[in-house]
């Protein structure tokens, strides 16, 4: 199974904050949004970094709470982990894995379609389990 499919369940809604807001107007949108990561956007809406809980925390405990008032550039991720819609689930995991992160906004021609976060991924993979235990108990009753 592809990434695709966990877009076409879940949506290919994307929150996205521009680098020049503050990390207060970040944690605002996390909270009010109930997520863990935004996507951060440039002028052209081009991906050019990804903020999450985890690097807001690390901001707070090296600033205290005067990084509230510093620009999200500061604390996002530059380099950022992506995937297109055609990578398999299995794939995605072991990346989020191999590289302790929990969020892979998903890319396809340089244009931004959609976010997938380990929730995502281990969501899909349950039910993906479940169908497959389910036909395997339907054709061993049929046997």
Known sequence: MTVK????????????????????DAIS?????????LVVTGADNRLVGIITERD???MLAKHGASALELPVTEAMTRKVVTCGQAETVSRVMERMTAGK???VPVVERERLVGIVSIGDVVKFRLEEMERESSALRDYIQTA
């Open 5 to 24: 499919a966990i877009l076409s369940a879940k949506g290919t809604s994307i929150t996205t904050v521009e680098p020049a807001a503050t990390l207060g």
């Open 29 to 37: 949108m996390l909270a009010e949004r109930r997520i863990g990561a």
């Open 101 to 103: 992160f929990r969020h």
């Open 56 to 58: 807001i925390v690390r």
